[in-house]
């Protein structure tokens, strides 16, 4: 398995609260990824990174930000959770050998609202 | 015309049998296109994967079907076992720039025993 680890891997807030997840890798990958995987969404971009300090968005990133200070963590920040961001999070890398592009995802992290 | 449109949505298949899944993709620039396996708790793992200068690419039982004038590739699992149930996703990407993958919305296949 990809040396790709998220934490926490459970975690329960009520609205309002701040809440952060972290993605750690360990492959030295230039590009990581936060997505949110809901039923009948199937899994869908929050952010993206693709190198230290330079992120964007990706298809649902309101209500969402990242940071990335070194190449190994992306931190994903919920500013003020909502019961709409009930989700299950999952981190992914990706580095270009060879135009291989293959996208590895972490253990994901539940996450829930309340 | 960045979607990836994804069906069945479920699938139940007994054992040996063929399971079909398919997905259809709107811009034409993509060229990389993966299927992802997904256990229960798990992260989504690479299955298999094709880029549109073949039609088909085999790797074990696990088949994809290109049709680059339709639009179209299908993932085809022969002899299916109860092992290979699971979520399966088709994604889309261009294989310059940034690696933003479009998936689709997954496939629940079950194998009957």
């Known amino acids: 398995d990809a040396g790709i680890t998220q934490s926490p891997r459970h975690k329960v807030t009520e609205t309002g609260t701040p809440v952060t997840l972290r993605c750690h890798q360990t492959e030295n990958h230039r590009y990581m990824y936060w997505y949110r995987q809901d039923p009948g969404h199937g899994l869908r971009l929050i952010h993206y990174?693709?190198?230290?300090?330079?992120?964007d968005k990706g298809e649902v990133s309101d209500g969402y930000s990242v940071s990335r200070s070194k190449t190994e963590d992306f931190l994903l920040t919920l500013e003020s959770a909502t019961s709409s961001q009930t989700s299950v999070y999952f981190c992914?890398?990706?580095?270009?050998?060879?135009?291989?592009?293959?996208?590895?995802f972490g253990p994901g992290t539940r996450l829930t609202v309340l | 015309q960045q979607q990836v449109k994804q069906s069945p949505q479920s699938l139940i298949v007994q054992k040996g049998g063929i399971s079909i899944i398919n997905c259809a993709y709107e811009?034409?620039?993509?060229?990389?296109f993966p299927w992802y396996q997904q256990f229960p708790g798990k992260g989504p793992a690479l299955l298999i994967a094709i880029r549109p200068d073949v039609s088909e690419k085999k790797e074990g039982r696990f088949t994809i079907s290109f049709n680059k004038s339709a639009k179209q590739f299908s993932l085809h699992i022969m002899d299916s076992q109860p092992g290979d149930s699971a979520t399966y996703f088709c994604?889309?990407?261009?294989?310059?720039?940034?690696?933003?993958?479009?998936f689709g919305t997954g496939t629940r296949l079950k194998v009957l025993a």
């Open positions: 992914a890398i990706s580095e270009s050998v060879q135009k291989r592009n293959e996208q590895f």
């Open positions: 990174s693709y190198g230290v300090k330079d992120t």
């Open positions: 994604a889309a990407t261009l294989t310059s720039g940034t690696y933003k993958y479009i």
């Open positions: 811009n034409t620039a993509f060229d990389y």
